[in-house]
């Protein structure tokens, strides 16, 4: 058997030093480091509530800020479809009538939220970070308008505990993309 050129020896040198260098895979953060830098970074944030969430989802532990934010947009957007779906039954409950007018308000608030959701998703994963920046700020409002919208009736919100999670998820979502950003 030959012995290997050392130009072989040169190439796989040169591979192994430089390999790192272009590989875009941000580096491993971990779920407490991340929700501690993110509730630091914004009042709306829980540390508790972000520890809890991104644990629940077992690729937490192997992904950066990046990922963990697409993991809290991506409960952002099932929360904000399942209030939907909410929605959409309070609309068909002759109960709810008189609040009909707020929960149609709710419903086109939360339509708006899942698509924002959608597009500040896309812009993670394709590393537009103005772009998920910019819809997760603008997912922020909706939650809050729901609650107004029954406070200007002087009632209280049928759909609080939704709006507060969704509001929660959306803020660890944008504190951990505008950590990704930096």
Not at 37 to 61: E, F, G, I, W
Not at 156 to 181: D, F, G, Y
């Amino acid at each position: 058997m030959a012995n290997p050129s050392p130009s072989c020896f040169i190439f796989l040198f040169a591979l192994l030093t430089f390999l790192p260098h272009f590989n875009n895979a941000e580096d491993v953060t971990s779920v407490s480091d991340a929700c501690k830098a993110a509730a630091a970074s914004s009042p709306n944030v829980d540390y508790n509530y972000c520890v809890q969430c991104l644990q629940a989802d077992p690729s937490s532990s192997s992904t950066g800020k990046l990922g963990l934010a697409k993991i809290m947009t991506n409960l952002a957007s099932q929360s904000a479809q399942d209030t939907k779906e909410k929605v959409k039954k309070l609309l068909l409950d002759a109960a709810y009538a008189q609040y009909e007018t707020e929960i149609h308000t709710c419903k086109s608030l939360y339509s708006r939220l899942v698509d924002y959701l959608a597009i500040a998703a896309k812009g993670i994963d394709t590393s537009r970070l103005a772009d998920a920046h910019t819809y997760l700020s603008a997912s922020l409002d909706a939650p809050g308008e729901c609650d107004e919208a029954f406070s200007k009736k002087q009632a209280p919100s049928m759909l609080a505990n939704e709006n507060a999670t969704a509001k929660q998820l959306v803020a660890i979502a944008l504190a951990l993309v505008k950590m990704s950003r930096v």
